[in-house]
């Protein structure tokens, strides 16, 4: 009898499977972590952009000679273009499984903002507004759902850090964009023109976020069955829990935008008070200088908060922050004004005068960003299996709200428009910093109808 063959390494399954595995991983080179960084880069990237519109408001009155009511739509179709068509953006997602609206938001987004320089009129801008922040709106909620992803697989504190983590790199680009803007535009031998190269690196980025992110999930891996554990009385109250965070978001949001507002009107006043006889032109270009001063303050506040928060709020632990946060945040929101005058008055308009509001604006974000990371991990833990959907309800339905900031802002101001606002006292002027905390105050009240329980058992859903 003939001694059985012995199968060579070729035939055996043992063999065979371990070509097969390294085979694999060489197909999926990128890791989690790595997918995480050009994701957050793209978000640095898109985020420049939409800024633009407050940073530069100044100089579009004098360049469009825009009305009062003209310089409202701009501060309002931000967002309500955004916000409103980010909910059928992340259906979208979620529906069809696919990433596309990331890579062609920020095409979109980066195309159109970037060609503002070429607006010859009011309608023009507007035309070039509405497309590019629709294409910002349309990147957020897939590249939120997959910074959450794809962080949760490597980073201690999962969901909450990665989503902190990626909203700092939204808030460098915020911080950056400002100084962008007003430099280029300010500029002798350039102009608000050449901010259209900024449209190049945009499109190979979003280039590079199709190639690396289109086959990535973007929801819980095994969202399915956990939607499925759940009965019809815990789906209503998860979904009401989410409601709040929602209505949370919008209040905070409308905040947020109007401390933009805020900026324009309280800087311009000091220049009219310590710029006496100087040319309009120059006034407002100061002006904005000074404002985008502070947005950059508050920029860099709000990414310390998300960067800060994932590592203080474990899982299961949210209920508390989304209070105490808001006091600490309105406190500082509230004052704001009255330092930025004390400061004004002892050291000038300079940067030693603007630095004693610059560190209270800095300090705002705890009450309307701090949060922001820890409401949207509840939210994804809440719902597995819609993911781009409740990130989208907590960005895009409050920014979409958030829209009448500058109309709150007038009604703050007693009626007078946001043009006239600068020309009021200072203890007028300080009436909107005072409005807007007290609207950060009311969101925080909201958390006692989320129930605790509720968020200790998401507390499981990773």
């Not at 003939?2 to 097969?20: D, G, K, M, N, Y």
């Not at 820890?374 to 920014?399: E, I």
């Not at 006239?420 to 200072?426: K, N, V």
């Amino acid at each position: 009898m003939t001694a059985p063959i012995e199968p060579t390494p070729r035939q055996s399954p043992a063999a065979a499977e371990c070509v097969a595995i390294p085979s694999a991983r060489q197909a999926d080179r990128l890791t989690p972590a790595r997918r995480f960084a050009l994701i957050a880069a793209t978000h640095s990237l898109i985020d420049i952009f939409p800024i633009f519109f407050t940073s530069l408001m100044l100089v579009f009155q004098g360049r469009l000679n825009l009305s009062a009511q003209q310089e409202t739509i701009i501060y309002m179709l931000t967002p309500i273009f955004s916000g409103s068509t980010q909910p059928f953006f992340a259906w979208l997602s979620d529906k069809f499984d696919t990433r596309l609206c990331g890579p062609i938001g920020l095409a979109l987004g980066a195309t159109c903002i970037g060609s503002i320089g070429f607006a010859q009129n009011f309608e023009q801008l507007i035309a070039l507004q509405i497309l590019g922040v629709i294409g910002t709106g349309m990147y957020h909620p897939i590249g939120v759902a997959l910074a959450g992803q794809s962080g949760m697989k490597f980073l201690r504190r999962g969901r909450t850090q990665a989503i902190g983590l990626f909203i700092a790199a939204g808030m460098l680009g915020q911080a950056v964009g400002p100084q962008i803007a007003t430099r280029v535009s300010n500029a002798p031998a350039l102009g608000m023109e050449h901010l259209a190269w900024l449209i190049i690196p945009a499109i190979i980025a979003a280039i590079a976020l199709h190639n690396l992110t289109r086959r990535m999930p973007h929801r819980h891996d095994d969202h399915r069955a956990r939607r499925a554990s759940f009965d019809h009385a815990e789906s209503r109250r998860r979904w009401f829990a989410i409601g709040v965070i929602t209505a949370q978001n919008a209040l905070r949001f409308t905040s947020n935008v109007g401390m933009f507002v805020m900026f324009n009107v309280w800087a311009k006043s000091k220049m009219l008070a310590h710029m006496p006889g100087a040319p309009e032109a120059k006034i407002d270009e100061s002006g904005a200088a000074m404002a985008a001063k502070l947005a950059s303050a508050m920029t860099i506040g709000m990414g310390v908060c998300v960067l800060t928060v994932g590592w203080l709020v474990p899982r299961g632990r949210e209920h508390r922050p989304l209070w105490l946060f808001s006091l600490i945040g309105a406190a500082a929101m509230a004052s704001a004004g009255y330092i930025g005058d004390w400061g004004v008055e002892q050291f000038g308009v300079g940067a030693l005068g603007v630095l004693p509001m610059a560190v209270m604006i800095a300090l705002t974000p705890i009450g309307f960003f701090a949060t922001f990371p820890v409401a949207t991990s509840l939210a994804q833990r809440l719902q597995p299996g819609h993911t781009s959907l409740v990130s989208a309800l907590m960005m895009g339905v409050g920014w979409a709200i958030s829209s009448l900031a500058p109309i709150v802002a007038m009604a703050f101001f007693g009626g007078v428009t946001t043009k006239e606002a600068p020309l009021l006292s200072d203890a007028r002027v300080n009436h909107g910093f005072l409005g807007f905390a007290a609207l950060i105050v009311i969101a925080g009240a909201l958390t006692v109808f989320i129930s605790p329980r509720l968020v200790q058992r998401a507390a499981d859903e990773h």
